[in-house]
């Protein structure tokens, strides 16, 4: 097992301390183990874990001051960082259980099918692939076709688009003509049947001369009839 540098220096501090114990069964007597443990903690400030003479423990300062601060909360520190240190060791544990599961997997992989194992024959399958590939060639060709049909519908489409809105804004300025035409209509129409009712006038009156004409007509002819009967020698030398 993994020495415990926060638990021994913890122990270090209480009546009764021996080298030779140590919480969790950490072993206090190795001598590499203890500047493990405190290169693992990470100690600063300072202060350095040293191996006493006898197998203790001791603990050097910088100076008085740091050395009453961490007097004040060394029994909280120390616990903190065992605990994190066992959390750490058992996660560790953990780790090299699933790892050693992994390879154990592994090699019985290696073992079924790993390259040892004869070579298996994907020949069956190599017209299939074959067959796979020009399908999906002649579904690429397809599907360029469709696409280039779709543009050219779609740049047909545009052209009537623009023929559409081309003719609907000549239809919107013809109407804009016929309504601005329709005051002019009416007028000539007014126009129109004040002629049609001077025509009329005009026509009553001519038919009224014709009449007036005729009966002058008749009696001028009377008179000059009457005349050459009343005067036919005057009108023989004449």
Not at 133 to 148: D, F, G, S
Not at 154 to 165: L, Q, S
Not at 195 to 221: D, F, G, I, P, Y
């Amino acid at each position: 097992t993994e020495p415990c540098c926060s638990a021994l220096a913890e122990r270090q501090h209480s009546p009764g301390w021996s080298p030779g114990s140590g919480p969790r069964g950490c072993r206090a007597a190795e001598p590499g183990a203890t500047q493990r443990a405190c290169s693992t903690l990470g100690f600063s400030g300072g202060g350095i874990c040293t191996r006493g003479i006898g197998g203790g423990f001791t603990r050097a300062g910088a100076g008085c001051g740091d050395g009453i601060l961490f007097a004040n909360n060394e029994k909280a520190t120390m616990q903190n960082l065992n605990d994190r240190l066992a959390s750490y060791l058992d996660k560790v544990r953990l780790l090299e259980g699933d790892n050693a599961d992994l390879e154990c997997k592994i090699r019985e992989w290696y073992a079924k099918v790993g390259p040892s194992c004869e070579p298996r024959d994907y020949s069956c399958f190599h017209k299939e692939i074959e067959d796979l590939q020009n399908q999906i060639l002649c579904a690429a060709m397809e599907t360029n076709k469709i696409l280039l049909n779709i543009d050219n519908n779609r740049m047909t489409a545009d052209d009537f688009r623009v023929k559409y809105e081309t003719e609907c804004s000549l239809r919107q300025n013809v109407d804009a003509d016929i309504c601005n035409l329709r005051p002019v209509l009416d007028q000539l129409a007014s126009c129109k049947t004040d002629l049609q009712l001077q025509c009329e006038a005009l026509t009553e009156e001519m038919c009224c001369l014709k009449t007036n004409h005729e009966e002058v007509r008749l009696s001028l002819a009377l008179k000059k009839s009457r005349r050459e009967k009343g005067s036919p020698h005057k009108c023989r030398y004449y």
